[in-house]
């Protein structure tokens, strides 16, 4: 299960959704970074967008660590 994640420099983590398949996962965060016009990342040493927000995919176990 995944967890979407949105990440602001200024306002810090927001979930957008969690506990979802990976294919959901993958399909709200396109969706979102898109509304957003931001970027997105699944894997770690993706690129930033320049304002340094970002839609993230993180594994729902790990979210808390």
């Known amino acids: 299960m995944y967890d979407v994640l949105f990440l602001d420099r200024t306002h810090g983590q927001k979930v957008l959704a969690s506990g979802l398949?990976?294919?959901?996962?993958?399909?709200?965060?396109?969706t979102e970074s898109q509304r957003r016009g931001i970027g997105r990342m699944f894997l770690a040493g993706s690129e930033l967008s320049p304002t340094g927000d970002?839609?993230?995919?993180?594994?729902?176990?790990?979210?808390a660590a």
Do not use: L
């Open 21 to 30: 398949a990976h294919d959901d996962a993958c399909r709200v965060a396109r």
């Open 54 to 63: 970002m839609i993230v995919i993180v594994d729902s176990s790990r979210r």
